[in-house]
């Protein structure tokens, strides 16, 4: 039996640093991105703390709104949950 809250949460946690990197790659501010992706500040600093679990829609807004395809986006969370806790 697999821990799905362990997988789920290291997953949310990957994608909250790939949401951070790309939004500090952009050089913007947690409230410039929060924005633009229509989202409360206080929601996008706990999805970048992999606190709180973004919608599809909030995803694809985060993903606009640093002008970063939203599959790059994807890609780079998974990148980060495979190299483990130790990276950003």
Known sequence: MSDRSGEDARGLAALGAAIRTRRIAAG??????????DLPPASLTAIEAGEEEPTWGDLRRIAQGSETPLEKLLELAESLERAGPEQP
Do not use: D, F, N, V
Request: zero cysteines.
């Open 28 to 37: 913007l501010s947690e409230r410039e991105l929060a924005g633009r992706a």
